[in-house]
T-cell receptor
Framework: AQSVTQPDIHITVSEGASLELRCNYSYGATPYLFWYVQSPGQGLQLLLKYFSGDTLVQGIKGFEAEFKRSQSSFNLRKPSVHWSDAAEYFCAVGDNFNKFYFGSGTKLNVKP | DVKVTQSSRYLVKRTGEKVFLECVQDMDHENMFWYRQDPGLGLRLIYFSYDVKMKEKGDIPEGYSVSREKKERFSLILESASTNQTSMYLC????????????FGQGTRLTVV
């Protein structure tokens, strides 16, 4: 069965520091992978997605993610975090039947 | 700009009431979804629809039903609301393509008292 694991529930980084959020997935076929961000009280916004080709994917707001098939991972990175990046981040895998499976989320706090 | 609109941001209902959550999308998407979001559990799929009048159960369908009479509208129904259905409900839509992303509404925070 498809599943997504985000091992970090909360992460705190200082403004200007680099960020990496971890995501591991379980899916038998070629995965379709997504990262979403949710600001408090809001819906989810797509940051980036991977479905084929280059394993390093660029997204909005300066985020990128790298697909590593051998590690079943799709980690999200940003070289320099801004205070406005404080939010909750969700990794998701899509299957061939158009369903999406989400991780439990990682809450990011940004210290001034 | 693409849009998924949920009819209410906040709802308070009494135990045993029948509750309707409405969702409309303006992108002509084939797929529509209802998710429930609880702290520490992420998003869990309640129901999924890939066409008008078609539906599939997700991971947690118990206590819920859905209706899709028109392509743009997907309703979630709580037949008899219970306190354990207090949660954030998120509607989403997507194209009928495995690589297509989901677009989300703003969510409905439902409290059952």
């Amino acid at each position: 069965a498809q599943s997504v694991t985000q091992p970090d529930i909360h992460i705190t980084v200082s403004e200007g520091a680099s960020l990496e959020l971890r995501c591991n997935y379980s899916y038998g076929a070629t995965p379709y992978l997504f990262w979403y961000v949710q600001s408090p009280g809001q819906g989810l916004q797509l940051l980036l997605k991977y479905f084929s080709g280059d394993t390093l994917v660029q997204g909005i707001k300066g985020f990128e993610a790298e697909f590593k098939r051998s590690q079943s991972s799709f980690n999200l990175r940003k070289p320099s975090v801004h205070w406005s990046d404080a939010a909750e981040y969700f990794c998701a895998v899509g299957d061939n039947f158009n369903k999406f499976y989400f991780g439990s989320g990682t809450k990011l706090n940004v210290k001034p | 700009d693409v849009k998924v609109t949920q009819s209410s941001r906040y709802l308070v209902k009494r135990t045993g009431e029948k509750v309707f959550l409405e969702c409309v999308q303006d992108m002509d998407h084939e797929n529509m979804f209802w998710y429930r979001q609880d702290p520490g559990l992420g998003l869990r799929l309640i129901y999924f629809s890939y066409d008008v009048k078609m539906k599939e159960k997700g991971d947690i369908p118990e206590g819920y039903s859905v209706s899709r009479e028109k392509k743009e509208r997907f309703s979630l129904i709580l037949e008899s609301a219970s306190t354990n259905q207090t949660s954030m409900y998120l509607c989403a839509s997507s194209l009928f393509s495995a690589s297509a992303e989901a677009f989300f509404g703003q969510g409905t925070r439902l409290t059952v008292v």
